[in-house]
């Protein structure tokens, strides 16, 4: 018979999404405004531009917080089900703001007998061993971690002469908390602030000027303009960051526009880097790269990470220019300019001389002339 092939994991919003509290990290928030209820996860990987680990493990940690609905399926390379996955990934969130004693979840003045049978408890859900053979992706890197914090818990509790003073501190730390918790409960409450109709106001007028953008920027969508439909969709994004609708739809105008050319996903990118939104930026530049097999979009990767202080991928993609076009002594003078930030004289006063020999016009003199100054 047949196996029935199982359906991509499709990650989806939560209905009522609310960012207020949350933190995350840029990239995180990048891989949440591409989510569109209809792409999968492997489609994911390839639309956000992000190292693939990078973006299953944003999802993961969208879905821990609760503001993606993530699925199991066949596509997301975990052999874990729901449950364990959101405990990995909730115990790794919360430990580095926990101490010894609520790592193993014991209390404090917990006898030697108590905490050997606590590590032995947790160990046998968050030893990496336990679940050798199995597909861990991003997991791996967690429950090795969970593990150390473990193991550095039960034997630092183990030993007397430190935990003593630990102890003490502990426990006078929950004392204060617990001073102040009452102070807080006996003191008059505050009388409730009604709101502002002044405040409300401003936020009134973004929501406005950020839906006459979403509209310019689904008439450019549908005038076939894709760039200028996602410059205006962005706009839409920056005054109101937690529609979903607005991001769907910069989505398609991104995927549409970045159909058309790599020089589309160039201009995109520059958009974002004069935003100041660097890792979007980086993710553009990286896909233009990925269209075409031209030189130009390299070089123009190159000069936005040599812009940034990124010099591994400025240096490979200078590198990848010169190698597509290497008789063209603009790519050349990138590169020497990259291998001159990153302190490598040599190889920097190598490609100066190249450049200037394929284009006597070329700046690299000046290169050079900087080399022999700082003789």
């Not at 503001?67 to 580095?96: F, K, N, T």
Request: proline share 5%; hydrophobic share 40%; glycine share 6%.
């Amino acid at each position: 018979m047949a196996q029935r092939s199982k359906q991509p994991t499709v990650p989806r919003p939560r209905a009522g999404l609310n960012l207020q509290g949350v933190v995350l990290t840029p990239s995180e928030m990048y891989v949440l405004s591409r989510i569109d209820g209809f792409s999968s996860v492997d489609q994911l990987c390839q639309i956000t531009g992000l190292p693939e680990r990078e973006t299953r493990a944003a999802l993961q940690k969208l879905a821990s917080v609760g503001l993606v609905d993530l699925p199991m399926g066949a596509e997301d390379g975990v052999d874990l089900d729901v449950e364990r996955q959101r405990a990995i990934l909730e115990l790794h969130e919360r430990m580095r703001e926990m101490d010894f004693f609520e790592m193993l979840g014991v209390e404090a003045g917990a006898d030697a007998k108590a905490i050997r049978r606590a590590y032995f408890k947790a160990s046998k859900q968050f030893h990496p061993d336990r679940y050798y053979g199995k597909r861990l992706g991003p997991f791996k890197a967690r429950l090795e971690e969970i593990f150390v914090r473990l193991s550095q818990a039960h034997d630092f509790l183990l030993d007397a002469k430190r935990r003593s003073a630990y102890e003490a501190q502990i426990l006078g730390e929950r004392q204060r908390q617990e001073d102040a918790a009452k102070a807080a409960r006996v003191a008059a409450p505050a009388p409730e602030r009604q709101p502002d109709p002044a405040a409300e106001k401003p936020k009134r007028a973004a929501s406005s000027k950020a839906r006459a953008f979403s509209e310019e920027g689904l008439r450019e969508l549908r005038a076939g303009d894709y760039t200028a439909a996602a410059l205006a969709l962005r706009r839409a994004i920056a005054l109101d960051r937690d529609n979903l609708g607005y991001q769907a739809q910069y989505k398609a105008a991104l995927e549409r526009a970045g159909e058309s050319s790599a020089d589309e996903y160039i201009k995109l990118g520059q958009a974002e880097e004069a935003a100041d939104r660097m890792d979007a930026a980086a993710a553009l530049y990286e896909r233009a790269t990925r269209v075409g097999g031209r030189a130009e979009p390299h070089a123009a990767a190159a000069q936005f990470f040599l812009r940034i202080g990124r010099l591994i991928e400025a240096k490979e993609h200078a590198m990848r220019a010169t190698q597509l076009e290497p008789g063209r002594a603009d790519w050349h003078l990138a590169l020497a300019r990259v291998y001159a930030v990153a302190g490598f004289a040599k190889q920097a006063r190598r490609e100066a001389e190249i450049a200037l020999h394929l284009d006597p016009a070329s700046p690299a003199d000046r290169l050079l002339e900087e080399f022999e100054s700082g003789k």
